[in-house]
């Protein structure tokens, strides 16, 4: 099937503004639009910058906003999106090019939390043990994998310069 990729593209180096961009992709259904964006930085316009990773849905380094979601990459089939394809970087963080974010802001609000436990009590001599109930009132916190979807899709933080955004405060 043929595909229209429509990608906003970026350079603050070169260009004033956002402007898009539209690509025809042949896919398979069962594609993801990461495959698409790899058909069209191979085979069609070699600049175009974008992130990815382990391309598993692990590494969350492939958030983007497809077709007005947040989504990562990786995991967007083209199937469940039609045949026109609308891919922008993930709002709320600054432009570094294309659909390159400068996630900093995002991983400083995260680390000001202290994400880690904290205990005031001294070492043991080996290891803290913990029970299978204490690990469960953590459990959902640890499958989050920092790609910023959830906090770059929520208003308050385009705006508020100071609101930590909600990965960091699930992790608090």
Not at 46 to 62: M, N, P
Not at 70 to 83: E, F, I, Q, Y
Request: aromatic fraction near 8%; charge should be neutral; glycine fraction near 6%.
């Amino acid at each position: 099937m043929q595909v229209t990729l429509k990608i906003l593209r970026f350079d603050p180096a070169k260009d004033q503004k956002p402007t898009w961009h539209t690509y025809q992709v042949e896919a398979e259904p069962w594609d993801r639009v990461l495959d698409l964006l790899h058909k069209v930085k191979w085979d069609q316009d070699g600049t175009l910058a974008f992130r990815r990773s382990c391309g598993h849905g692990i590494c969350g380094s492939d958030a983007m906003l497809i077709n007005g979601r947040n989504r990562l990459a990786c995991k967007t089939l083209v199937k469940d999106l039609g045949s026109v394809i609308t891919v922008e970087p993930i709002r709320g963080l600054p432009v570094e090019k294309d659909l390159i974010v400068d996630m900093e802001p995002f991983f400083a609000a995260y680390r000001a939390v202290k994400p880690y436990l904290i205990n005031d009590e001294p070492p043991p001599a080996r290891e803290r043990l913990q029970s299978p109930e204490e690990r469960a009132r953590y459990e959902e916190a640890t499958r989050c994998i920092l790609c910023a979807a959830c906090t770059s899709s929520c208003p308050v933080y385009w705006v508020n310069g100071h609101y930590i955004g909600p990965a960091a405060i699930v992790q608090a």
